[in-house]
């Protein structure tokens, strides 16, 4: 009986070394990769890089529970532990959004992990991350592999995050008040950050080396990260690409007239915060996400609807206390290395639909003092407004209407000086033609045209292959290294 025991503990003991063993380990099983993280087992697919590496991805990973029902409108809940094997082989849905046709769902908090080497035995490469915040104004976009494709970036030694966070109204209904404090899209992106350090030596990351590369309202998230107390110690160096939040305008502390037009759009009451917040909770988050055209008021203006607020102190723990530039002043500040960039051209393609439209024009030209505010991005319907407004159209304009004559003179002056970069090439795809070319001749370099190089935009470009004109080939390689290069050392070499 006692040597049928011992033999039972030698087997209970040798299974138990392997189960350990196994949670060392990544492994492949045919186009399966797998892997053990704290948070628990999770099996992924294999792509391939533009130069032919095998790609570990591993897709539609949940980093915090799903913000519905009571969860609407409120912080994010990190996940700590998942049960069984978590199935990371495709990507999740789109945050509620406009789309055209592409999945969405309110439980969207989710994330990819791209790896080119995993840790083996015990060597782990730690190789640095690079978390990609996505574009799209607070208001669309996504981190699927289809809008954010890793092919071009995973050449290089590095892994790259992209994700969802809340978006619209669902990421930053802010009434000012208790019933909705606001900025949910920005703590999905702290917990995020939190799934990160924690999970991210798993995939052969370096917790200790997080670059965040975000762009347009994702460069508008790395300044907020920068001066926030909820992100400190939890990312280490920022690019910011083609926007900042520390310009156009004070940041409000609620945003109650656009929390009263959602309510509207979608037949709830406007009278009161609490009415509002109750009946938002009963709309569909589908309903929310496609009301967005219902905001606009100029052509495709305000870009910027739902803003990101200094949240009010009701016993909530705020991402954003001050204004970002009083806090910058006053030396409230992650000090990391830091660049910033933008394209020749950014919004251009905005003035040219302007222009290129009589009546935008005539109604910009004969009520500017209302419409720039709208056009511009900047505090409506005061003194201050009023005295801007006059400024932007005598410094840029002349004080004269506006016209095809000055619209470059629209788009001149939009560039601050850091760790700069002026992304100038032009290659054979954009973001916005000249119309009546069947999308042949790009209008300049504008908003978004630098992506192209980083991320295959599957949704919209051809991939860059062996066959493509030399200087585009170029330039992937080119950004991509500058990128990496700066993510391994803070300095942007190429």
Not at 92 to 111: F, H, I, N
Not at 160 to 189: C, H, I, M
Not at 342 to 357: G, P
């Amino acid at each position: 009986m006692a040597v049928g025991n011992t033999r039972f503990q030698r087997k209970k003991m040798l299974a138990l070394s392997v189960f350990v063993l196994l949670l060392q380990h990544s492994w492949v099983w045919g186009e399966h990769p797998q892997l053990s993280t704290p948070s628990g087992h999770i099996k992924g697919s294999l792509l391939t890089s533009r130069l032919g590496k095998t790609i570990y991805a591993f897709r539609g990973i949940r980093y915090a529970e799903p913000p519905v029902g009571e969860l609407r409108f409120k912080p994010p809940v990190l996940i700590e532990t998942w049960n069984g094997t978590y199935d990371a082989t495709k990507d999740g849905p789109l945050c509620p959004q406009p789309t055209a046709g592409d999945p969405v769902s309110e439980d969207c908090l989710m994330v990819n992990v791209y790896s080119t080497k995993l840790p083996k035995d015990k060597h782990n490469p730690k190789r640095p991350v690079i978390v990609h915040i996505l574009p799209g104004g607070f208001y669309s976009a996504s981190g699927v592999s289809y809008w954010a494709g890793p092919q071009y970036f995973m050449d290089q030694d590095i892994v790259l995050v992209t994700f969802n966070y809340r978006l619209g109204s669902l990421g930053f209904l802010a009434t000012g008040d208790k019933e909705s404090p606001g900025n949910y899209g920005l703590k999905d992106q702290v917990v995020l950050l939190k799934w990160v350090q924690k999970n991210i030596a798993s995939f052969g990351g370096d917790p200790n080396s997080v670059t965040l590369l975000g762009y347009s309202a994702g460069s508008w998230s790395i300044i907020f990260h920068m001066v926030s107390p909820m992100s400190r110690g939890l990312f280490h160096k920022g690019i910011a690409m083609s926007g900042s939040s520390v310009g156009s305008w004070p940041l409000p502390s609620g945003q109650m007239d656009v929390a009263k037009k959602q309510a509207r759009l979608v037949g709830c009451p406007d009278d009161t915060s609490k009415n509002i917040v109750k009946c938002l909770k009963t709309k569909s988050a589908e309903e929310l996400g496609n009301s967005f055209f219902g905001f606009r008021e100029f052509g495709n203006s305000p870009v910027l609807i739902w803003s990101p607020v200094i949240e009010p102190d009701v016993g909530q723990e705020r991402f954003i206390i001050d204004n970002p530039i009083r806090l910058i002043m006053n030396g409230h500040l992650q000090h990391i290395p830091f660049i910033t960039g933008q394209t020749t051209d950014e919004f251009s393609y905005d003035a040219f639909a302007v222009v290129n439209n009589e009546t935008l024009t005539k109604e910009m030209n004969e009520d500017w003092d209302r419409i720039a505010p709208i056009a511009f991005i900047y505090e409506r319907g005061t003194n201050q407004s009023l005295k801007v407004s006059r400024a932007i159209r005598k410094f840029y304009l002349n004080d004269k209407p506006v016209s095809k004559g000055n619209r470059e003179a629209l788009g001149k002056y939009n560039s601050k000086p850091v760790y700069y970069y002026r992304f100038s090439f032009q290659g054979r795809y954009s973001h916005f033609y000249l119309p009546g070319t069947n999308n042949t001749v790009p209008y300049g370099v504008v908003h978004h045209d630098d992506l192209i190089y980083l991320f295959y935009i599957q949704k919209i470009f051809p991939k860059f292959n062996a066959t493509s004109p030399r200087p585009e080939i170029d330039m992937v390689e080119k950004l991509t290294t500058l990128h990496t290069n700066f993510a391994k050392t803070g300095l942007p070499e190429n």
